[in-house]
């Protein structure tokens, strides 16, 4: 009688990304999350006051801080692809300095994958994380241009980053789904930003009467905060690790 074989763990194949390494991408790096935190922080009281006509009008400021973010600090998915294998290292060394030397003149195709990548998150992520918002009880018949628009946020603070570096690798997509993808700055940053979201909903049943309570501007500030924290956890004391589910 053969005994039962123990449950294999699933363990990711991908390595945390590493970001551009100069002085200018470490400091847009830094300087991010306080800009991100600043721009929320000025349009607080016209959020309460107006939730749809601010998420609107703050949407391209967002889109751009994220474009610079990602293209001045991380390689895009493009530039991502392993080298092929040669025993010669003569051979190795000139396709590296030949990778080098494309990666140095291909600014205006890091402009473009930036652009694309918050293209591809507005246009397919955001009407999924409004459908799974409404699943989960975001009110449909009176509210679906705030929920929409509070997607739109989402979408660019935790998909348009994913976008960018993994592009269309399958592999990388599942490891991202299952959450098995090791911990860095940008899928601290992914995680962050649903977990603070989902925190963010406490508040609103409460019996406080407040206006900041009015949907769905907690879940917002929510996902804000998380994403700069998330951010931070992961490019610090929690990266390289993966999300323990026992």
């Keep these: 009688m053969t005994s039962p074989k123990p449950a294999t763990k699933a363990v990711a194949s991908s390595d945390p990304v590493e970001p551009f390494n100069s002085a200018l991408a470490r400091s847009i790096s830094h300087l991010h999350p306080l800009l991100i935190l600043i721009a929320y922080r ?5 959020l309460i006051q107006d939730p749809v006509r601010q998420l609107l009008n703050s949407l391209p400021l967002l889109a751009i801080l994220q474009a610079i973010y990602m293209g001045a600090c991380f390689p895009p ?12 290292s003569k051979c190795n060394s000139q396709r590296s300095k030949e990778r080098s030397s494309q990666e140095q003149i291909s600014i205006p195709k890091v402009v473009v994958s930036a652009l694309l990548s918050v293209v591809i998150a507005l246009l397919l992520a955001t009407p999924i994380i409004t ?9 449909l018949t009176t509210h679906l241009p705030h929920t ?4 739109a946020h989402f979408s660019l603070l935790a998909v348009m980053p994913l976008v960018y570096i993994c592009g269309v690798d399958g592999n ?9 993808r090791p911990l860095d700055e940008v899928f601290g940053a992914t995680l962050g930003t649903f977990i603070g979201a989902w925190l963010g909903a406490i508040p ?6 407040r206006d900041w309570q009015k949907w769905p501007v907690t879940i917002v500030t929510g996902a804000y905060v998380g ?6 956890l992961g490019q610090y004391p929690l990266r390289g690790k993966s999300v323990e589910f026992d």
């Excluded at 000025?42 to 016209?46: D, I, K, P, S």
């Excluded at 990388?172 to 098995?180: G, M, P, S």
């Excluded at 994403?227 to 931070?232: A, N, S």
């Design 42 to 46: 000025y349009q607080f009281n016209a």
């Design 77 to 88: 998915a493009w530039m991502n692809r392993p080298a092929p294998s040669n025993n010669d």
């Design 131 to 139: 459908i799974f918002m409404v699943l989960l009880g975001a009110p």
């Design 148 to 151: 929409a628009l509070a997607s």
């Design 172 to 180: 990388k997509w599942e490891e991202i789904i299952a959450v098995l």
């Design 204 to 209: 609103i049943p409460l019996d406080w009467d």
């Design 227 to 232: 994403y700069v924290l998330g951010k931070y």
